[in-house]
């Protein structure tokens, strides 16, 4: 008998992680359906290359009612929420709608799934944020949370109501509690990015200095590609749970910078500034994750490192600046 064909809805399919999805659950043989919120000009360049195999939809997480529209029309059995006000420096400055979004738009997520159709299986993108000032080195998922961002709060928010409606509704509903993760598609004011960017530039003529907030701060940095496939190995699992995702190494700004510049051949100390303005009002200033329950329970493994992911990322930088001239 021929199988039923598996249909996903993913919120946030126009960033980085909902494109590595989506070509994912469409090599999996998905019916992938992407939720985009109205903009007044369309952003659908991550997606552009699959475009005609998704259906798009319109929808925000700011409005439960075309939540509830797109589940009653398109039926999915999965929903990985990926939505969400995700840049941290900004959530100082937009606190209201990053909880407007990052926290309540996964309660108005749960709830339309629950009323429409409680059998989904729901994933939750919740992050290494939520450790913030952290309480245990390495973290996993028994590790306390304490947030230091606007965000981070948001993502607790979202967090734990995923973990309530799991209890109280017996609903199939995971969280990925993922530490950082990069790629050639990252956003261009997440550091990694910036520092790639700025990479190909400098080694083009087109700038000479790279202004840069905190060098200190150490993250555990992956590759996005990698850790989509995380969120769908959760879903297929008989029982929901939560899982941290990372890859168990730990490595400061400044390490990144010497790598990326190194790749292309010059010095870091001579282009990069500290300049105040990307200071933040907190830092969060050691990630590094345990990766195991993940590992035993979903058979995940990364399979970019540290290194490969930065020097990925300066060479699609490089290719992309002597493309476009800037
Ligand atoms: P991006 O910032 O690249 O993408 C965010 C997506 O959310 C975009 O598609 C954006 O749409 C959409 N969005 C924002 N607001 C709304 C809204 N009100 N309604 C509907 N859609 C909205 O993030 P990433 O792909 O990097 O991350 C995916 C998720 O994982 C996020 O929730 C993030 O917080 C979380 N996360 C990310 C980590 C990382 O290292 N990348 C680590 C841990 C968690 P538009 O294109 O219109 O702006
Ligand atoms: P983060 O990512 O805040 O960890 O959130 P980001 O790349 O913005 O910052 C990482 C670290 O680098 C330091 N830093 C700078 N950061 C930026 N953006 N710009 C700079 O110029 C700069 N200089 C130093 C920061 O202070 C910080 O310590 C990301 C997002 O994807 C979240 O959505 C996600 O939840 C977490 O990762 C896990």
Request: proline share 4%.
């Amino acid at each position: 008998m021929a199988k039923r064909t598996k249909r996903a809805l993913i919120t946030g399919i126009t960033g980085q992680d909902g494109s590595y999805l989506a070509e994912l659950l469409l090599a999996e043989g998905y019916d992938v359906v992407g939720m985009v919120r109205r903009s007044s000009t369309v952003n659908f360049e991550r997606i552009a290359h699959i475009q005609d195999r998704l259906t798009i939809v319109a929808g925000d997480l700011l409005d439960e009612a075309s939540l509830i529209g797109v589940l009653r029309e398109h039926r999915p059995s999965e929903v990985y929420n990926l939505a969400a006000q995700s840049f941290v420096q900004t959530s100082w400055g937009q606190p209201v709608l990053t909880g407007e979004t990052t926290a309540l738009g996964v309660t108005r997520l749960l709830d339309a799934i629950r009323m429409v159709d409680p059998e989904i299986r729901f994933y939750q993108a919740s992050s290494s944020e939520m450790f913030g000032k952290v309480q245990a080195v390495p973290q996993d998922e028994t590790t306390p949370f304490y947030p230091r961002s606007p965000y981070g709060v948001a993502k607790v928010y979202g967090h734990w109501i995923t973990v309530n409606y799991r209890e109280s509704y017996g609903l199939h509903a995971s969280s990925g509690i993922l530490f950082n993760h990069e790629s050639p598609r990252r956003g261009l004011e997440f550091v990694t990015r910036k520092v790639s960017h700025g990479v190909a530039r400098i080694a083009h003529g087109l700038q000479d200095k790279l202004a840069l907030g905190n060098l200190d701060a150490q993250r555990d940095w992956g590759f996005a590609g990698d850790y989509v496939r995380a969120m769908w190995l959760m879903l297929q699992r008989d029982e929901p749970a939560d899982y941290v995702v990372a890859t168990g190494e730990t490595h400061p700004v400044r390490e990144l910078c010497e790598v990326a510049f190194g790749r292309v051949g010059l010095d870091w100390t001579e282009h990069v500034v500290v300049d105040e303005r990307f200071l933040r009002p907190a830092e969060v200033d050691l990630l590094v994750g345990n990766p195991r329950r993940a590992q035993e329970e979903l058979g995940w493994e990364r399979t970019v490192d540290f290194v490969e992911l930065v020097e990925m990322m300066v060479d699609a930088d490089m290719a992309l600046v002597a493309q476009s001239g800037h």
